[in-house]
């Protein structure tokens, strides 16, 4: 609210002349009240007499005239409203004022404090939010990571599988058909020598055979480590020098399947003692000799560059 201009000094000793006439006017009123109100009652009159003779009965007096009732007093004319000097009302005006002014800063300042402890609320519920968000990506793609890892493993594996079965069955044919051949040129050797009249050999094989001696003969070595051979995976390292040997002790059943298999001499070649003996594993059941039977016990040399 703006303040009011500050009055003239002539209206304030027009409004003191104007009370004081107001003043003057209820005083002649009082005075002329009390005179009318205060006014001497009417004489009474009396007459004395002789009574006669004969008894004259008394007269009854008049009853009594009771006194006019004296007019109501005059109230006072009521007091005209002076105006309260302007530096009063000013006074009161700048109180309210500044009381409204006060009462709408608190109120403004509440509802601040309410608007920022609310937007702090939403702020934290956002964060929550997106940080609940973030950790729920995070673990989705982990367990994704994890399922195109397993799912790569398993096809690893399987394709580990299917190659070795492939080499084994592979393997198995070759040996087949090398046993085959070998017993078409056995049997062709011996119809050869009925026809030139010389008696076929039947030495008995038995014993061990290592890498160039025992009982059994080249046509069998070749034949085992054919299929041997066709069971080994491995890669040779780019910075392997030479062909290192391994030395294993196989022990046979008479079903021709590896009881055991005993590495006897390393190669200095972990990974190649390793992958000699699985090779050995897979070549279970062993190829028969020529008489139908298996050696017992057999001393068999792998390097990683045989050829044979």
């Given amino acids: 609210m703006a303040p009011t201009r500050p009055p003239v000094s002539g209206g304030r000793w027009k409004a003191i002349g104007l009370a004081v006439a107001v003043h003057a006017l209820l005083a002649v009123f009082l005075i002329v009240g009390i005179r009318w109100k205060t006014s001497a009652p009417p004489p009474l009159q009396a007459e004395l007499f002789t009574p006669p003779v004969n008894p004259v009965p008394k007269p009854i007096p008049p009853e009594p005239v009771p006194p006019p009732k004296p007019p109501p007093p005059v109230q006072p004319a009521p007091k005209p409203d002076v105006a309260k000097p302007d530096i009063v009302t000013e006074k009161a005006r700048l109180a309210a004022a500044e009381a409204e002014r006060q009462r709408f800063a608190d109120a403004r300042k509440e509802t601040e404090k309410r608007l920022r402890e609310k937007k702090l609320a939403e702020d934290e519920a956002r964060r929550k939010a997106e940080e609940l968000k973030a950790q729920k990506d995070k673990e989705a793609q982990t367990a994704l990571k994890k399922a195109a890892e397993l799912a790569r493993k398993e096809a690893e594996e399987k394709a580990r599988k299917a190659a070795e079965e492939k080499a084994r069955k592979a393997a198995e044919e070759k040996a087949a ?126 390097g990683p560059r045989d050829s044979d």
């Fill in 177 to 302: 058909r090398a046993a085959e051949e070998q017993r078409t040129a056995y049997l062709k050797g011996l119809m050869d020598k009925a026809s030139e009249g010389s008696p076929a050999g039947t030495a008995s094989e038995s014993g061990t055979t290592g890498g160039g001696g025992g009982g059994t003969d080249n046509s069998y070595r070749s034949l085992l480590s054919s299929r041997i051979r066709a069971g080994t995976i491995f890669s040779i390292p780019a910075e392997l020098s030479g062909n290192p040997k391994a030395v294993f002790v196989v022990t046979v059943m008479p079903d021709c399947t590896i009881s055991s298999v005993k590495l006897r001499k390393s190669s200095g070649l972990p990974s190649w003692d390793q992958a000699a003996e699985r090779g050995i594993q897979r070549a279970s059941p062993l190829p028969r000799m020529r008489d139908g039977t298996c050696p017992p016990e057999l001393e068999i040399t792998r």
